[in-house]
């Protein structure tokens, strides 16, 4: 059985730092691409990031770039995503989410999902 | 970056009822469209890939259609499972963009 499992989230201040992990289980981790996609409250989902399944290409959406790194030790099947330099706006639950690809190309999808990780931008 | 907006943003149905959910991209996107079902508190699901394309283990009663701009979720016979909010997700860019959501409610 496929299982995502997010973790790290929590109450930060503004212009602060956290880092969020996701464990995996069930499919080979290192052959498939990884997202991140965040749901602030009240509001739809926004796509956050995304990393190849060697680790060797990633990208991110306007909102995050150079603040947020993605990243991934297929050795340990873990996702994680660095959030630096943190906003009010940043607040949102954050899902890992499974491509069904190695690559982030056109078509793709995220075909397996995590429950989500809580990150709350406050002071 | 592609806009993808959907509507209506809620919809009333009852049990039984047909239902079609719209999603327009604001430029051309193929058949590069994705659909997702969210509940609150759990994981979202993802039901139709490629616009038409019924995911493993979604049942039939969800179907897609579309290409280019405009694309089409129908539920042909909800059931109570159903009432959730649903997403549609452009990959022809990879800066991959979501609609606003459709939050199906009971009539």
């Known amino acids: 059985e496929v299982q995502l499992l997010e973790s790290g989230g929590g109450l930060v201040e503004p212009g602060g730092s956290l880092r969020l992990s996701c464990e995996i289980s069930?499919?080979?981790?290192?052959?498939?691409?990884m997202s991140w996609v965040r749901q602030a409250p009240g509001k739809g989902l926004e796509w956050v990031s995304g990393?190849?399944?060697?680790?060797?290409?990633?990208n991110y959406a306007d909102s995050v770039k150079g603040r947020f790194t993605i990243s991934r030790d297929n050795s340990k099947s873990t996702l994680s995503l660095q959030m630096n330099s943190l906003r009010a706006e940043d607040t949102a639950m954050y899902y890992c989410?499974?491509?069904?690809?190695?690559?982030?190309?056109?078509?793709?999808?995220?075909?397996?999902w995590g429950q989500g990780t809580l990150v709350t931008v406050s002071s | 970056d592609i806009q993808m907006t959907q509507s209506p943003s809620s919809l009333s149905a009852s049990v039984g009822d047909r239902v079609t959910i719209t999603c327009r991209a604001s430029?051309?996107?193929?058949?590069?469209l994705n659909w997702y079902q969210h509940k609150p508190g759990k994981a979202p699901k993802l039901l139709i890939y490629?616009?038409?394309s019924l995911q493993s283990g979604v049942p039939s009663r969800f179907s897609g259609s579309g290409s280019g701009t405009d694309f089409t979720l129908t539920i042909s016979s909800l059931q109570p499972e159903d009432f959730a909010t649903y997403y549609c997700?452009?990959?022809?860019?990879?800066?991959?963009?979501f609609g606003q959501g459709t939050k199906l409610e009971i009539k």
């Open positions: 989410a499974k491509v069904p690809r190695g690559s982030l190309i056109r078509g793709i999808n995220f075909d397996y």
């Open positions: 069930g499919f080979t981790f290192s052959s498939y691409a």
């Open positions: 990393i190849s399944s060697s680790g060797g290409a990633t």
């Open positions: 430029q051309s996107i193929s058949i590069h």
């Open positions: 490629a616009a038409s």
């Open positions: 997700q452009q990959s022809y860019s990879t800066l991959f963009t």
